[in-house]
């Protein structure tokens, strides 16, 4: 069975601050893809990105990077230099078919909250 | 690009009524995929349709069924409501299973319904 944790409820740090929200899962296969999605107040699920099991390459996009090592079973979130438009709940996501289709299965979220 | 459309946005029913929740996915995409977000208990997995027919299904009882049109759209149903019913409703959508595979599921911006 498939399963994701982030151990992290509530994370609440003033802004410029960098900030890491950790994410863990379990899974019996060897192929597997792992997300992450935004979810301002709004409700809508922002896709963040993508990575599957086979490229562990870190990566980078402006002030977000993502830390994926199958050695520790983890894939964790950073924001540099955060900013109060980051404030919202942020969900890692696990899924053992391409794109999720056989649905994704959702840590419980960690919300954040930059403060000004 | 339109994104992933749904209807309602919010809708109040009582105990034992039926509801039914829609979403237009974004052109192109043929899965879509239905979550539900309720207090306490995370997101979680409930349907997925692809080209017409349901596909996979999370652990919910048979009063949750949908059905997804020729056009790609979808409906979530649900019979003899109850108050634990009550939550955020999200639909999302990816290209065809098997085309674009690595593509993430996109979400609409919910309907969150409420059970009095």
């Known amino acids: 069975a498939q399963k994701v944790t982030q151990a992290q409820t509530e994370i609440s740090v003033v802004e410029k601050e960098d900030v890491t929200l950790d994410c863990v899962y379990e899974?019996?296969?060897?192929?597997?893809?792992l997300f992450w999605y935004k979810q301002p107040p709004s409700g809508e699920l922002v896709f963040l990105i993508r990575?599957?099991?086979?490229?562990?390459q870190n990566e980078i996009s402006g002030r977000y990077s993502w830390n994926f090592q199958k050695s520790t079973s983890s894939f964790n979130f950073t924001i540099t230099a955060s900013q109060v438009v980051d404030s919202a709940v942020y969900f890692c996501?696990?899924?053992?078919?391409?794109?999720?289709?056989?649905?994704?299965?959702f840590g419980k979220g960690t919300h954040l909250i930059i403060q000004p | 690009e339109a994104g992933v459309t749904q209807s309602p946005t919010h809708l109040i029913k009582t105990r034992g009524q039926q509801v039914t929740l829609r979403c237009s996915p974004i052109?192109?995409?043929?899965?879509v995929y239905w979550y539900q977000q309720a207090l306490g208990l995370g997101l979680q997995f409930l349907l997925w349709?692809?080209?017409?027919?349901e596909r996979n299904r999370g652990n919910f009882p048979p009063r949750f069924s949908g059905r997804q049109f020729p056009n790609y759209s979808s409906e979530l149903n649900v019979n003899a409501l109850e108050l634990e019913d009550s939550a955020l409703y999200l639909c999302?959508?990816?290209?065809?299973w098997g085309e674009g595979a690595n593509q993430p599921q996109h979400f609409g911006d919910g309907t969150r319904l409420s059970i009095l």
């Open positions: 996501a696990l899924s053992e078919a391409p794109g999720g289709a056989d649905g994704l299965t």
């Open positions: 899974t019996r296969d060897t192929t597997y893809y």
């Open positions: 990575r599957n099991s086979f490229d562990e």
């Open positions: 999302a959508s990816s290209p065809r």
């Open positions: 349709y692809d080209e017409g027919e």
């Open positions: 052109s192109g995409h043929t899965s």
